[in-house]
Nanobody
C-alpha cells in the first residue's frame, strides 16, 4: 500500500496559479501511475490527469488541458495549475496504482482549492 500526502491547496483569485504536491511513500510497484482527481460540492469526482512513471508520460483531461500540467520529481508528483477559474474549485486528490491494475489502489487525503471570482 502506498501512502500519499497532498499539499499546496488554498485560496487563489481567478487567473492565479497553484501547485499541488503529492508525496508517495513505499512505492513497490515496478510501473506506478499517479493520477489527480477533483471533486466539487454536489458533483461527481472528476479525473484531471495522470502520469506513468516508467515512461515519464502524462495525460491531461480535456477540461483542463492547456492550463494544468503534471510533473514528477522522484517520489513527488506535482499538479501545476494556471489560469484558474472559479469552476476549478474542488477538493483535489492524488491516487496511485500499478499500471497493471485498472483501479486506483491508494488515495491521498485531499487538499482544498478555492478560486474566487
Amino acid at each position: 500500500q502506498v501512502h500519499l500526502v497532498e499539499s499546496g491547496g488554498g485560496l487563489v483569485q481567478t487567473g492565479g496559479s497553484l501547485r499541488l504536491s503529492c508525496l508517495h511513500s513505499e512505492v513497490t510497484w515496478s510501473d506506478p501511475v499517479t493520477g489527480w482527481f477533483r471533486q466539487a460540492p454536489g458533483k461527481d469526482r472528476e479525473y484531471v490527469g495522470s502520469t506513468r512513471w516508467i515512461e515519464d508520460s502524462t495525460h491531461i483531461a480535456d477540461s483542463v488541458k492547456g492550463r494544468f500540467t503534471i510533473e514528477r520529481d522522484n517520489a513527488a508528483v506535482y499538479l501545476q495549475m494556471t489560469s484558474l477559474k472559479p469552476e476549478d474549485t474542488a477538493v483535489y486528490y492524488c491516487a496511485a496504482r500499478s499500471a497493471a491494475h485498472g483501479s486506483w489502489d491508494d488515495w491521498g487525503q485531499g487538499t482544498q482549492v478555492t478560486v474566487s471570482s
